[in-house]
């Protein structure tokens, strides 16, 4: 189960940081992983985490990113900064059942997702 919070609307050029906690049989010591989605458009990869800590971030956004996670509290994080109209999405939430993935941008290799938060970006 993976709740996604932090979202919300904010200016061109501004920072938000988003925080997606896990309960039951899944959360941070798994590979985990944020997608966003416009509507009428695929799911896209957006950056991972395995369960050494090890971070990877789409090339497009890199440099406005930082993924992390805190064991603790079983909870990930998303840091974008500088944002665009274009970062404007559905942003998601997921965790694989395997501490690391081969390939992180392919979504079949999540077993659960959130259900989504918007992130709304005004020029």
């Known amino acids: 189960h993976l709740v996604e919070s932090g979202g919300g609307s904010v200016q061109a050029g501004g920072s938000l940081r988003l925080s997606c906690t896990a309960s039951?049989?899944?959360?941070?010591?798994?590979?985990m992983a944020w997608f966003r989605q416009v509507p009428g458009e695929e799911r896209e990869w957006v950056a991972a985490?395995?369960?050494?800590?090890?971070?990877r971030y789409a090339e497009s956004m890199k440099g406005r990113l930082t993924i992390s996670k805190d064991n603790a509290k079983n909870t990930l994080y998303l840091q974008i900064d500088s944002l665009k109209p274009e970062d404007t999405a559905m942003y998601y939430c997921?965790?694989?059942?395997?501490?690391?993935?081969?390939?992180?941008?392919?979504?079949?290799?999540?077993?659960?997702w959130g259900s989504g938060i918007q992130v709304t970006v005004s020029s």
């Open positions: 997921a965790a694989a059942r395997w501490r690391w993935l081969d390939n992180p941008l392919e979504q079949s290799g999540y077993a659960f």
């Open positions: 039951g049989d899944t959360g941070s010591r798994y590979c």
């Open positions: 985490i395995d369960s050494d800590g090890r971070p």
